[in-house]
């Protein structure tokens, strides 16, 4: 079966790059695979764009700046609400199409359109509240204030974890503020994006607003990097690829925003019901397999409780289903390929090797080779590589601690510094550690933490910038300041 036949509206599925409005076919024959990672099965074909047509896309969204930015604000807003209609109102199909190309559980896909959809219209109203300011005088006769603007174009890269609300963070921000945008999905789960285009182009949204460009990554990105044009780059992905966007921006000097890794710490105070806990960081740990930046990567436990805490853990973690994401009743979904399958078991031998206990976690049940059942790790220490680094797999490493000192140094142990997690009911235990953390996101006794409200974003090597909140559409904002003199 084809996957355009799954969808009721076969339309969303397009196997082209979408740029000033139209369906593009690559003209140097490359062209890339894309896998449903649960069956291996060849879901479609993108193809590559040359060299000419990146720049062709930059040309169409010079050129729809001009217009786009002139419109209103209140205008601008009804066609992202009208986008965000469009949205929801194909909820369905959308979270079928990612979780084909994804691979995460159906309803996860469906949390994942309604996520995605509550940015765009968060930022539709947003735009709407882009106020300058007025600042007392201290030239005589004179008036003096801030005005904002939008940036120019935004060029937005994207991961394959989130591959539909990773793009509407970016992207609703921008064209709210009055921004076109050239969007380069992850090779992996190009669908998402391109489903995306067409909704928009049904809104209404004019052409060259909204353009998906389809390459090799690092030819595209370092063809958008370079370009004078583009005045502002948003990327969400690996730190690794980060720093080197980061570097090819600097000739052009322009705005850099990047959401990268994390390595969460979770931390559970003694005081806290080990059976809660343990629940709250299963939840934590596996969702979207693991492969989350947000996922608890180190698990820190209050020696008192930690050994009712692992049972519990284990108990847990025993029920989770593990299967093709489009069955009903799973609650991980395969890796996104074989690579990460070999990094995750990579991370689980050098713990071991290095002294950590398998609790559980048994891979001859594995149901499919992009599979990887959970696994539980304890006596996690320093020395691992699952301590340093994401695992991004479905992978638990927890680490016994004796008092809020060595915990707060061991969750700051780490590069990265995107979220982390306390469980305590203990208010003077929770500000302390919570202002000790060096982490852009502290969540304190919920799993949930994100949404259209809130500015999401990590200090230390988890990015620059943030998205989302009443912040997030500065991103793509200049402020113009005048000075109205001789009045
Ligand atoms: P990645 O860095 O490999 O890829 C991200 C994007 O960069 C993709 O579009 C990819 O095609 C492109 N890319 C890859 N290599 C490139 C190169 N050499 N030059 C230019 N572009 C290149 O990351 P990923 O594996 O897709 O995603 C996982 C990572 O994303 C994890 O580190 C995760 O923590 C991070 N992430 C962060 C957030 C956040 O908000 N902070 C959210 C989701 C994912």
Redo the contacts with the bound molecule.
């Keep these: 079966m084809t996957l355009s036949s799954k969808l009721s509206d076969p339309r969303l599925f397009r196997q082209y790059a979408y740029v000033d409005g139209k369906w593009t076919h690559g003209e140097g024959g490359r062209e890339e695979a894309v896998f449903d990672p649960a069956t291996g099965e060849a879901l479609g074909h993108i193809p590559w764009l040359e060299a000419h047509q990146i720049t062709a896309a930059v040309d169409a969204a010079e050129a729809a700046f001009v217009h786009w930015r002139a419109l209103r604000a209140d205008e601008r807003c009804e066609r992202l609400l009208a986008w965000y209609d469009l949205l929801q109102a194909h909820r369905e199909d959308l979270a079928t199409l990612m979780t084909l190309e994804q691979g995460k559980p159906l309803p996860d896909a469906r949390g994942e359109v309604e996520y995605g959809a509550s940015f765009v219209r968060w930022f539709a109203e947003e735009g709407k509240r882009t106020f300058g300011e007025t600042i007392p005088s201290h030239i005589p006769n004179a008036a003096l204030g801030t005005i904002k603007e939008p940036v120019g174009i935004a060029a937005l890269?994207?991961?394959?974890?989130?591959p539909l609300a990773?793009i509407t963070r970016k992207a609703a921000a921008a064209m709210a503020a009055g921004c076109t945008v050239i969007v380069?999905?992850?090779?992996?789960t190009p669908f998402s994006a391109l489903a995306l285009a067409e909704l928009a182009e049904r809104a209404g949204i004019p052409a060259g607003v909204f353009n998906v460009v389809l390459g090799e990554?690092?030819e595209?990105?370092?063809i958008l990097c370079a370009e004078d044009r583009v005045k502002a780059l948003s990327?969400?992905?690996?730190?690794?690829?980060?720093r080197?966007?980061l570097e090819q921006c600097a000739n052009t000097v322009k705005r850099v925003s990047l959401?990268?890794?994390?390595n969460a710490p979770f931390i559970v105070g003694p005081d806290m019901d080990p059976r809660e806990a343990a629940f709250a960081a299963v939840a934590a740990k596996f969702q979207t397999a693991g492969?989350?930046?947000l996922a608890a990567d180190r698990i820190l436990v209050h020696e008192s409780i930690h050994d009712e805490f692992v049972e519990h853990f284990a108990e847990r973690m025993a029920a989770l289903t593990v299967g093709n994401g489009l069955e009903s009743e799973i609650d991980l979904g395969p890796l996104?390929h074989r690579q990460a399958v070999e990094k995750a078991a990579a991370i689980v031998d050098d713990a071991i090797s290095k002294g950590a206990t398998l609790v559980a976690g048994d891979q001859s049940q594995a149901p499919g080779e992009n599979f990887f059942m959970p696994v539980l790790l304890t006596d996690v220490t320093h020395d691992m590589k699952i301590w340093h680094e994401?695992s991004?797999a479905p992978v638990a490493g927890i680490t016994a601690y004796a008092d809020d000192d060595q915990v707060i140094e061991m969750a700051n142990d780490t590069e990265y510094g995107?979220a982390a997690y306390i469980y305590t009911h203990d208010i003077r235990r929770i500000w302390k550690i919570m202002r000790a953390l060096e982490f852009g996101m502290v969540s304190v006794n919920s799993v949930k933490m994100t949404g259209p409200p809130v500015p999401?974003?990590?200090v230390k090597h988890?990015?620059l910038g943030r998205?989302g909140g009443v912040t997030g559409i500065d991103e793509y904002l200049e402020t113009k300041y005048y000075c109205l003199g001789a009045l």
């Design positions: 890269i994207t991961p394959w974890n989130f990773m380069k999905p992850a090779g992996e990554p690092a595209v990105s370092k990327f969400t992905g690996s730190t690794r690829v980060g080197l966007l959401e990268l890794g994390g492969q989350d930046c996104i994401e991004f995107l999401f974003g990590g988890s990015g998205e």
